[in-house]
């Protein structure tokens, strides 16, 4: 990655599996930042095995999402190896996020008010399904969140029963949510020196994703229809034989 790249000399530390964390990471890199991902010691990120898919010995599902980082494993409920961590936060790191189950960071003392404490100026993004809601300590996952927030009643052909998108853009989304608020920190940083909190939730985006529907709704009182390829506004929309 060329110097002049917008986060080059930044250097991000990724406690993240399965998709939407590793996919924030995979933008990080590409706007040119060190990520140093941790894996856990038995087996590293569940995703290394999903799918029948592979480069080398490892699934194609895992490379495309955490291709040009570093990495490293630790067991995370060794108090020894969890210090060890928040040591190296201390020494160089300027960004940490995490989508580990509710809590889980906060036991094993990795958590964004331990973290803040030791370095003030750090970035710490929280990343999980339902946000601080009423519903925080609970897990969830991308097509449920798509069923959850409707995404799905408005994918389908007309007639037809809800589906699911056919890629998981609820992680994706909620990935590139977690970068534009880490961008938006680090912006905040250089001006005050502060680092902060920045939190992004699978639920934030699937309702970010409904929100014209949830506008059609609100001046009509219509329920949003599936419409397979046809567009919901404008005339000719939809998918041709050419």
């Excluded at 946000?131 to 052909?157: K, M």
């Excluded at 020196?193 to 009182?221: I, K, Y």
Aim: proline residues 7%; glycine residues 14%; negative net charge.
């Amino acid at each position: 990655m060329a110097e002049t790249a917008p986060l080059s000399g930044v250097t991000i530390l990724e406690i993240c599996s399965n998709l939407a964390g590793p996919f924030a990471g995979k933008v990080l890199v590409e706007l040119g930042a060190q990520v140093i991902k941790v894996e856990p010691r038995e087996g590293g990120d569940v995703a290394r095995h999903w799918g029948k898919g592979k480069l080398g010995d490892t699934s194609a599902v895992f490379q495309s999402f955490n291709k040009e980082k570093r990495s490293l494993s630790a067991d995370l409920r060794d108090p020894a190896q969890a210090a060890a961590l928040l040591d190296l936060i201390a020494d160089r790191i300027d960004v940490v996020f995490q989508n580990l189950r509710p809590g889980l960071v906060d036991k094993y003392g990795l958590g964004p008010d331990a973290v803040l404490a030791r370095k003030p100026e750090v970035i710490y993004c929280n990343m999980g399904a339902y946000g601080e809601g009423p519903l925080s300590d609970l897990p969830g996952y991308d097509p449920l969140i798509q069923a959850f927030t409707g995404v799905a009643s408005t994918t389908g052909e007309t007639g037809g029963p809800p589906s699911r998108v056919g890629v998981p853009v609820i992680d994706m989304g909620t990935g590139m949510w977690a970068v534009i608020g880490i961008l938006a920190a680090l912006i905040r940083r250089g001006v005050t020196g502060r680092g902060g909190l920045v939190d992004a939730s699978l639920l934030d985006t699937g309702m970010a994703l409904m929100s014209m529907a949830f506008a059609f709704f609100e001046a009509d009182g219509d329920v949003p229809e599936r419409r397979g390829l046809r567009g919901p506004i404008a005339a000719p929309n939809g998918g041709f034989q050419t």
